[in-house]
């Protein structure tokens, strides 16, 4: 059979377009002992995959130029070699952008069926969560009543790490980029969110901490790092999970330099990505799915329709366009 | 009895100078019950206290313009309302710059006698030394063959770091300032030093570090950090402990944004300050005094004669003009 699939064309130099993405019809083998044909339902674009863009080296492998770019994706299995995985099943793996494709059946994960709508897999209890509760609790450990900052709140990562720190008893502070995401911040439950567009950063964020920040958590990096370090406690903990504001650049980014600040407070900063927790993913999730069921959760998606859509989904990040998990629904 | 004191003139707006202090004659009174009267043997210049000169927000209280400045002495004790501090006794404290002072015997720690030179207790068995102990062991915790990079390799903390670096297996690299400072680091048993002030700094620290840099001890700061963090392992672990490069600097240093380096290799940065392990201080002097003992450590003095060179001590820090401890003998 034959499938659609949304190759690399061509490495981006600054911000990406839709230019660097070509659509090509490809084969899809018959799946053999152990391998299951998959059915694509949900494709997750995520701000990482632009780094997987570029060749620079990274704590991930770089795209390959002329193949599938791939990422997180909920398929359905409609032929089945494995007998764990009979037709029917919903799997989350990490999968090309294609309509179809043949995978092993042992690089699935299945979904639960019924715990959650099948997209959450992508977000709030896949990689997303997983990204917010690691970082959130094994780096940060806010403390009940201390001050928790997060970047980039609003998106799939963000707004987990604002609702945990919430669940710690922590006051929670928010930065993200439209009065509507401000709006949705608050209702759901952080005490202060700030418009970083509209904003006198360095003074909204002194006035939404009046008591320091303790933890930071960082998806954005920039002038909000710099404003948020200015405020930083005695034995301040930041953890550094992204840098959206700066993955589009084309020269080495300049800034004030943090040492300093980080030298006065004794602060710890941990760069880290969720693979560096992989022996701890199922209890992450089992914890994650307890707090949703409990209702301590929520999520948001922004979810756009048709597989060809997902080049321009991606570019959408990086324009601010979602609010919480961006996700394209195909077929 | 009257002593002379060295108090801080003014506060300085860029390199200290001279003029940043006064001399005065003051009043010494009598010791009464709990204290004893001390006559200063030795006086320790360190780069931290730099900070303490403006009144900037920091880890420690700045110096009171028009009082005297103080730090890291040794005394002896030549008047005592404490019984376990009788005359003759030498001890270390946090004391000020002047002759003679008068201090509460449980703010004093007395010194072994035979064990070390008494001037030890304010470098390798004093507060760099732990310094060294803690921000090396606790926080980059080096494992046999890993790279360790230490900046301001040739200072009191630095040499240290760098050999308890090599007593626990680790290939390593120091950076300092002169071809001098670079062969006392070869003698002690570096693997690679960087005269930093004549080399190609990117190129000396990628052929001095062929696998990378698993752990970054930094003094300094600056354009020797910004190299070495293009070099960071996966995992690298940096403890943060000065940043002499720009402690005289009359605006917040710019640089190329760390972030995206230390997010790229799950890196973990710590800022700290030794007193944070002030807990662990005797089991650190235990360590240390036990490896120097054993002929596994040594230090180096850089020792100025004469109270009222005190100043001068302190200024040529900036300078580069010690190698390992700077003291001041004083009478």
Chains 1, 2 share one sequence.
Not at 148 to 165: C, E, R, Y
Request: charged residues 15%; proline residues 7%.
């Amino acid at each position: 059979m034959q499938t659609q699939a949304i190759l690399l064309a061509s490495r981006p130099s600054g911000a990406p377009s839709a230019d660097n993405f070509r659509f090509e019809t490809r084969d899809v083998p018959a799946p053999t002992s152990g391998q299951v044909l998959l059915k694509t339902r949900y494709v997750s674009v995520d701000p990482y995959m632009r780094g997987r863009m570029s060749d620079a080296k990274s704590y991930i492998a770089p795209f390959v130029v002329g193949e599938p770019i791939s990422g997180g994706v909920v398929a359905e299995v409609v032929e089945s070699q494995v007998e764990q995985l009979p037709v029917g099943t919903l799997v989350t793996g990490n999968l090309p952008w294609q309509q179809y494709s043949v995978a092993e059946g042992n690089a699935l994960q299945p979904i639960p069926a019924g715990a959650a709508p099948a997209s959450y897999y992508l977000g709030l209890l896949g990689m997303p969560g997983l990204t917010a509760y690691f970082g959130l609790l094994d780096i940060c450990q806010p403390a009940p009543g201390e001050t928790v900052v997060v970047s980039g709140a609003a998106g799939a990562v963000g707004l987990i790490v604002g609702q945990l720190a919430k669940i710690k008893g922590a006051r929670v502070v928010g930065t993200a980029g439209s009065d509507e995401k401000v709006a949705y911040l608050q209702e759901l439950g952080f005490d202060v969110a700030i418009n970083y567009k509209t904003a006198n950063l360095p003074e909204a964020l002194a006035t939404a901490a009046p008591n320091g920040v303790d933890c930071y958590f960082d998806n954005v990096g920039g002038a909000i790092t710099d404003a948020v370090y200015d405020l930083l406690n005695k034995h301040a903990r930041i953890a550094l999970c992204g840098q959206i504001s700066s993955y589009n650049a084309t020269e080495a980014p300049v800034g004030p330099r943090p040492e300093g600040k980080l030298l006065k407070t004794s602060a710890k900063l941990q760069g880290f990505i969720v693979s560096d927790y992989l022996p701890q993913w199922p209890t992450g999730v089992q914890q994650l799915s307890e707090w949703y069921q409990q209702g301590k959760l929520r999520t948001e998606e922004t979810i756009t329709e048709g597989f060809e859509q997902i080049p321009a989904a991606f570019l959408g990040l990086f324009k601010g366009e979602n609010t919480g998990k961006a996700i394209v629904k195909v077929a």
